[in-house]
């Protein structure tokens, strides 16, 4: 997909309505392994600290890159929302809809991380 010119390294805490309408990488949602979920079932405080990734392509659409199955066993456990990174490609901060920054910004917590040109992420 190119160079990667934006991202959210930390502190967005995603609502877990808009991580599970998103396609896996790897179409994981319809390649369940039971194993992972088992073991995310019964580590969830420890393995839900762990961010979510999620990349978003030139032309702006997101996919889950890692966490496909923490997203699964949140929203079976009722979680409402989950850590998440997010990376742009080739420009696609500027045309991203869901994913746009600007409306990302709105789930920041902890540190203030925004999004401003091609290749910065300012902390």
């Not at 967005?12 to 039971?34: F, I, K, T, W």
């Not at 199955?69 to 901060?93: C, D, N, Q, T, W």
């Not at 709105?106 to 300012?122: E, P, Q």
Request: charge should be neutral.
């Amino acid at each position: 997909f190119g160079p990667v010119t934006g991202w959210f390294d930390r502190g967005l805490n995603l609502p877990l309505d808009e991580l599970v309408v998103l396609s896996g990488e790897c179409n994981e949602q319809s390649n369940v392994r039971a194993d992972s979920l088992s073991y995310i079932k019964a580590n969830f405080t420890e393995v839900s600290k762990v961010a979510v990734y999620v990349e978003v392509d030139p032309l702006g659409v997101p996919w889950v890159s890692e966490g496909n199955h923490r997203i699964m066993v949140a929203a079976e456990l009722g979680v409402k929302s989950l850590p998440v990174h997010v990376r742009y490609f080739s420009g696609g901060e500027r045309k991203a809809v869901a994913f746009a920054p600007s409306r990302l910004v709105g789930f920041i917590s902890g540190i203030f991380i925004i999004i401003i040109g091609a290749n910065k992420c300012l902390k």
